[in-house]
T-cell receptor
């Protein structure tokens, strides 16, 4: 099992450009999450998906959109990148219904200039 | 709402010394508590968790934590630090609503020879 995988590992964008961060898990998990990590602020939830076909906003959803393409894949899209979106982005998935233990991907380091 | 406070953004210890990382939480529901570790340029990995039952929880790499309801604390300890323990550590509590975690801001552990 690869666990949770994310692509790309690194990305540099110019202000106003768009991009999609990809996440996939091969553990048959129902729920998936997108976080951003900023120095001194811990991890903040952007969006989550309780199951295939559903998505919900987290703590900091502005400027982002998500797609739960199927049970395995959950993508995060920045339509018009801003310097404030410079961050490290992590995808995670939950082991089972009713559980809280999250499994994390390796992260995508995004810089917006 | 649930919240987590981690005292000290940086903790420095010598190799072989006791490691103590502090975590206090606030929760309106019975807390589920977690410690995660993040090594440089990697995702988060679960160290240990408390849900119910025994209040002293043992995790990987020799770490343990004790849930103290009266003190609303879940401090992480290790009797003897190793150089390989140098990393960032995050405490988390289950949030309200669907299977969410609320993370603290993290504590960076520095281990000197």
């Amino acid at each position: 099992n690869a666990g949770v995988t994310q692509t790309p590992k690194f990305q540099v964008l110019k202000t106003g450009q768009s991009m999609t961060l990809q996440c996939a898990q091969d553990m048959n998990h129902n729920s998936m999450y997108w976080y951003r990590q900023d120095p001194g602020m811990g991890l903040r939830l952007i969006y989550y998906s309780a199951s295939e076909g559903t998505t919900d906003k987290g703590e900091v959803p502005n400027g982002y959109n998500v797609s739960r393409l199927n049970k395995r894949e959950f993508s995060l899209r920045l339509e018009s990148a801003a310097p404030s979106q410079t961050s490290v982005y992590f995808c995670a998935s939950i082991m089972n219904v009713g559980g809280y233990e999250q499994y994390f991907g390796p992260g995508t380091r995004l810089t917006v200039t | 709402a649930q919240s987590v406070t981690q005292l000290g953004s940086h903790v420095s210890v010598s190799e072989g010394a006791l490691v103590l990382l502090r975590c206090n939480y606030s929760s309106s529901v019975p807390p589920y508590l977690f410690w995660y570790v993040q090594y440089p340029n990697q995702g988060l990995q679960l160290l240990l968790k408390y849900t119910t039952g025994a209040t002293l929880v043992k995790g990987i790499n020799g770490f343990e934590a004790e849930f103290k309801k009266s003190e609303t604390s879940f401090h992480l300890t290790k009797p003897s630090a190793h150089m390989s323990d140098a990393a960032e550590y995050f405490c988390a509590v289950r949030g309200t609503g669907f299977q969410k975690l609320v993370f603290g801001t993290g504590t960076r552990l520095l281990v000197s020879p």
